[in-house]
């Protein structure tokens, strides 16, 4: 089974411009998570997407940020105009929970991460 | 407030020297407990879930274990090639699925 799909796997920009990160989550995943993990700190997320709709988008900063995910499968995470601080790993994860889903704790599975240098 | 707090930040041991990883949490009620290796550049790999206290997984040379307050991770006669960050991260009820994360143990394991 295929994983989590992310890219670009590196990125460096100059402040102000734009930025956009890509991601295919695994085959039958209702869930798809956008995070941010800076250096020596456990991920903080972004935004979270079940199907096509925003589940939660509160720790998204909206005046930079913008994320989509059309059809239900991949998605796109925008940054413009790009800020010094925005210099973290950005992560995709999935998990197969969907609004039907009752039980214990679903595990979400990560891609490997865009390292984004914003100088 | 949800958290997570793991011990300690960082770990330095020797081929062999077993020893063990915290993860102590606060939650509203918890739906799991899960258990993340990161290699640098790396995304996180799924290790082990636990759902209620008393529960245990092995996986080679690890072992995770729950409480109600705190789950460890258990190392035994590590080798160079386990040397990684591991994460802990909980999912309330309530939140979504969403986790709450720690900030990770580095643990280095010297040859």
């Known amino acids: 089974e295929a994983g989590v799909a992310q890219s670009p796997r590196y990125k460096i920009i100059e402040k102000r411009q734009s930025v956009a990160f890509w991601c295919n989550p695994i085959s039958g995943h209702a869930t798809l998570y956008w995070y941010q993990q800076i250096l020596g700190q456990g991920p903080k997320l972004l935004i979270q997407?079940?199907?096509?709709?925003?589940?939660?988008d509160s720790q998204l900063p909206k005046d930079r940020f913008s994320a989509e995910r059309l059809k239900g499968v991949d998605s796109t995470l925008k940054i413009q105009p790009a800020k010094l601080e925005d210099s973290a790993v950005y992560l995709c994860?999935?998990?197969?929970?969907?609004?039907?889903?009752?039980?214990?704790?679903?595990?979400?599975?990560f891609g490997p991460g865009t390292r984004l240098l914003v100088l | 407030e949800d958290q997570v707090t793991q011990s300690p930040e960082a770990l330095r041991l020797q081929e062999g020297e077993s020893s063990s990883l915290n993860c102590s949490y606060t939650?509203?009620?918890?739906?799991?407990l899960f258990w993340y290796r990161q290699d640098p550049g790396k995304g996180p790999e799924f290790l082990f879930t636990l759902y209620s206290a008393g529960e245990e997984k092995e996986k080679e040379r690890l072992k995770a274990t729950l409480t109600k307050k705190e789950s460890f991770l258990h190392i035994t006669a590590p080798k160079p090639e386990d040397s990684a960050t591991y994460l802990c991260?909980?999912?309330?009820?309530?939140?979504?699925?969403?986790?709450?994360w720690g900030a990770g143990t580095k643990l280095i394991i010297k040859p």
């Open positions: 939650v509203s009620g918890l739906r799991g």
């Open positions: 991260a909980v999912q309330a009820w309530d939140s979504n699925y969403q986790l709450i």
């Open positions: 997407f079940q199907n096509n709709g925003v589940v939660d």
């Open positions: 994860a999935s998990s197969l929970v969907d609004s039907g889903w009752t039980g214990y704790g679903e595990t979400q599975y």
